[in-house]
């Protein structure tokens, strides 16, 4: 009897705090689950009929306005977990087993690795593989005049790939879902490159028309353009600019009172009742665990496993280990983070210049949209160059109450499946009688929601004024110029001048990247000291 009221009233709590709030896992968290219930709806309409219901207009009228090209990045769809957390989990579960535990969760322990399994780590998951195919099929609904009749022309697009396999197949599937499930695809895949080749069945239909999508993809340390951060110049940049500080963060969150009461709370959970022995359980392992329980509710819709072992505000705690993470590594932390981003705008705003000074007919060869499949980690720096979501305050390990607002949640910046779309316009003033008065006008969508940069006036935010204004807050795109101040240089590289003393140093050439690095790795051994000399 004790039992049976004990079960219904944790059944109750958890009722209670699971429903009250919808948990967010970072950028553990599948797509749909970050989306508010009433933003769901939004994303099946038009182009016009959402701008209009989220209040954007452009100068000329909407009606005026129709849509010219599209440079979309998507990061890929749920995922299982990588090989590390696989692992790490497996060891866990073992852990519980040669343990006394509190009978309501020895059930976790005996979970089957077949749920998770290591083959599978880091690829695309089933509920994935359907995310993004319901995002290619909304796409064509939003943009209808890109696509004029069922029958798609996969050429009339452009696709790239990183070299990631959860990205790759995210790539297949989008293509698959632009044709429609009803056709028959193929997928013949090569070194540096995937083709998806599809086609009517030929039993349901007379007219069989085949078409293809081309895929390409770079390897990791070469894609300067899907993975900048990966690149082995920009890497050894953006370790000397962070000097350390996201291990700092992350590590002194790590020691902070709310990281260590989550697990304090955590582990008298799991504890036998009425033991006096507390459950052993690490704080990085209660830090797994509430990302094992990100992964079963976007992979499984389950949160009926590893999330009963987590309030609402356990998770949220968990959740600004991994937020600190990214501020630090991948945004607003440092200028550089987002700026190594700035070849994806420069490919964008390369790709919008040709759209709108093709004459009528003249460079019609330019893909009607372009599709790029990456990971979060470049979607969030490419998110933080346009400035969204950003916060006056920084982010940081000691103001996670403070925080509990905030507009930086990579949950919705870069879930599973996340993506930005440029998308460019070409509006023509109505009343201009003599001569074709037409403004190109810049429209974001992030997430398929419509964003106002804070940059620009109008939702659909003039060309000119568009580029102007990102430049001016990307500082001109200078990338290496950035990364030569981080290395203590001038921005064009030479060394700093020796005023007064015995006249100038001569120039960067002298310093190599293993003197850098080396440089860098006694800035980290300090860093590391410092903490633990807290
Ligand atoms: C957890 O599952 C229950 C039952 O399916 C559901 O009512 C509830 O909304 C779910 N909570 C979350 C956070 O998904
Ligand atoms: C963008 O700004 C317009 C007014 O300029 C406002 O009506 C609209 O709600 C804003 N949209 C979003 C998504 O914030
Ligand atoms: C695709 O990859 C194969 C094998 O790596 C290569 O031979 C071929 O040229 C590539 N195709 C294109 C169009 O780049
Ligand atoms: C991706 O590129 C890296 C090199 O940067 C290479 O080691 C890896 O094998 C490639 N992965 C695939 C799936 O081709
Ligand atoms: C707790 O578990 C860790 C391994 O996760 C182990 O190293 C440690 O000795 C255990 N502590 C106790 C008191 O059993
Ligand atoms: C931050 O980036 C460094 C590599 O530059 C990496 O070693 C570290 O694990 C990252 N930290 C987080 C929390 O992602
Ligand atoms: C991007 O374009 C700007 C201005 O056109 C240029 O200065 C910069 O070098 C370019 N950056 C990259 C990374 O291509
Ligand atoms: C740097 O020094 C090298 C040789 O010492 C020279 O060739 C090069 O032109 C110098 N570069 C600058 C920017 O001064």
């Not at 933003?39 to 016009?48: A, K």
């Not at 599209?70 to 060891?91: C, K, M, Q």
């Not at 304090?264 to 052993?280: C, E, H, T, V, W």
């Not at 590594?329 to 700035?342: D, H």
Request: a neutral charge; hydrophobic letters at 40%; glycine letters at 8%.
């Amino acid at each position: 009897m004790a039992k049976f009221i004990l079960g219904i009233s944790l059944f109750l709590v958890l009722l209670l705090t699971v429903s009250a709030q919808k948990p967010l896992f970072s950028t553990e968290t599948g797509y749909d689950l970050s989306f508010e219930l009433s933003e769901l709806n939004q994303r099946t309409l038009s182009w016009q009929a959402q701008a209009r219901a989220t209040g954007g207009s452009a100068p000329e009228g909407l009606e005026n306005c129709r849509p010219v090209g599209s440079y979309v990045i998507y990061r890929e769809g749920t995922s299982f977990p990588d090989e590390a957390d696989v692992a790490a989990l497996n060891t866990f579960q073992n852990k519980m087993r040669s343990q006394t535990i509190n009978p309501t969760f020895r059930f976790l322990s005996q979970i089957p690795s077949s749920r998770i399994p290591i083959a599978s780590a880091g690829d695309l998951a089933e509920f994935g593989r359907r995310e993004i195919q319901e995002l290619a099929s909304r796409i064509k609904i939003r943009f209808s005049e890109f696509f004029p009749t069922p029958d798609i022309d996969l050429s009339k697009f452009s696709f790239q790939s990183t070299n990631g396999s959860s990205s790759i197949e995210s790539a297949v599937a989008f293509a698959r879902g632009l044709v429609g499930l009803n056709q028959i695809c193929e997928t013949l895949s090569m070194e540096g490159n995937v083709t998806v080749a599809c086609s009517e069945n030929s039993r349901f239909t007379r007219y069989v028309t085949p078409t293809s999508a081309f895929i390409s993809n770079d390897p990791a340390d070469m894609d300067s353009l899907l993975r900048p951060y990966d690149t082995p110049s920009r890497k050894i940049c953006l370790d000397v600019a962070n000097k350390g500080r996201t291990d700092q963060e992350v590590m002194r969150f790590k020691m902070s009172g709310d990281a260590r009461q989550l697990r304090d709370r955590i582990a008298q959970k799991m504890s036998m009742p009425g033991s006096r022995q507390l459950f052993n359980i690490s704080g990085d392992e209660v830090q797994l665990l509430a990302k094992i329980c990100g992964y079963h509710l976007a992979m499984f819709n389950d949160n009926n496993t590893w999330c009963r072992l987590f309030d609402y505000e356990d998770l949220n705690v968990a959740e600004y280990q991994r937020e600190l993470g990214h501020y630090w590594n991948e945004s607003y932390g440092f200028p550089i983070n987002s700026m190594v981003a700035c070849p994806l705008i420069n490919d964008t705003l390369e790709y919008f210049d040709r759209l709108a000074a093709r004459g009528a007919g003249a460079g019609a060869s330019l893909p009607l949209m372009k599709f790029k499949f990456t990971d979060e980690n470049t979607l969030i720096r490419l998110v933080s160059l346009l400035g969204i979501a950003k916060d006056p305050r920084q982010l940081g390990f000691g103001n996670y109450a403070q925080s509990r607002n905030r507009q930086f949640r990579t949950a919705k910046m870069a879930p599973f499946g996340g993506n930005l779309a440029l998308n460019l316009f070409r509006c023509e003033s109505p009343q201009v009688l003599f001569f074709n008065d037409q403004t190109f006008r810049v429209q974001v969508l992030l997430n398929e929601r419509p964003i106002n940069i804070t940059f620009c006036q109008d939702a659909f935010c003039d060309l000119e004024d568009f580029k102007r204004e990102l430049m001016a807050q990307a500082g001109q795109c200078q990338v290496q110029e950035a990364c030569n101040v981080a290395f203590g240089l001038n921005p064009d590289g030479t060394r700093p001048g020796n005023r007064g003393g015995g006249g100038g140093r001569g120039n960067a050439s002298g310093i190599t990247p293993s003197r850098l690095l080396i440089a860098l790795t006694a800035m980290m051994a300090m860093a590391k000291r410092s903490i633990h000399g807290l």
